[in-house]
């Protein structure tokens, strides 16, 4: 996947500890590719706080898709709204374009450009914040499903159950055809709303049980206990299905997307997570090569 080429540079707002602000209002940075700047927290003092590329702004952002005066963040009476200032690519709430101006509700999530801020208000806010922190460990923060490390050590657990009582246990890796195609295309914040879209599209068609990940960028990976290969390939052929047949649409264009999926089953040979995901992953460029938009097992 290409990512977004953003930087981020934060003036004047300097995070306070958490003891000393008990029950502000703040925002919490769940998604960035500034690793720096994952689960920054800032409190909502200044109004109106701004964010843009200009050197005006409170919290400064570099990137093309952000404008100079982008947003800000506005205080009335006891509650706190984000306003659009006529940016070019917009301000989104909870995935969600904004007309203009939006009043902020506790676990609302803003989207700017690259980065996601999420708005924490309340008496508990301090708690809050501490879970907003432990599930930036296992959760990624653009898609809001488990991120790769809560996927290895999800699988290793499986391959033990799966060894314990000798039952099936299938692992899947698929990917986005062309993402970068999308990307060029149509923008950086369509690549963002497909990621999300067809996270949804997969959610809906797995059990509880099974565990559905994004392995990092575009590619994804199921991970699917007592399933064999003949079951997993058929789930893979659903879910292929389901998306091709999906109506992507991004501020009124049509993005036609398609994935290719790979699919293996635990054997006698794996010892731990990579094993097993590896040999997915081989099937998966296998049907890449093939021609995509289909499921290699």
Known sequence: MSEFDEKTRITDIV???????????????????????LGKRFVLEQSPLRVG?????????EGDSVSRRHAHWERRGDDWWVVDDGSTNGTYVNDDLI?????????????????????????????QYHEEIYKMTIIDGLVQIYNKRFLYEALEREITRARRHVRDLAVVMFDIDFFKRINDQFGHLAGDYVLKELAKVVQSRIRRDEIFARYGGEEFSLVLPETSLQGAFSLCEAIRERVAQHRFVFQGEVIPVTISMGAT???????????????????????????RNKVCI
């Open 15 to 37: 995070p306070v500890p958490i003891s000393h602000r008990r029950g502000s209002d703040c925002l919490v940075v769940i998604y960035t590719k500034d690793q720096s700047l």
């Open 53 to 61: 590329r200009g050197s005006d702004n409170q919290i400064i952002l």
């Open 99 to 127: 007309a203009r101006q939006h009043l902020l509700q506790n676990g609302d999530r803003i989207k700017i450009g690259g980065i996601i801020f999420k708005y924490l208000s309340g008496e508990d806010v301090e708690s």
């Open 265 to 291: 089953i635990l054997n006698e040979h794996d010892r731990v997570a990579p094993d097993v995901i590896a040999r997915a992953d081989e099937k998966l460029y296998e049907a890449k090569r093939s021609g």
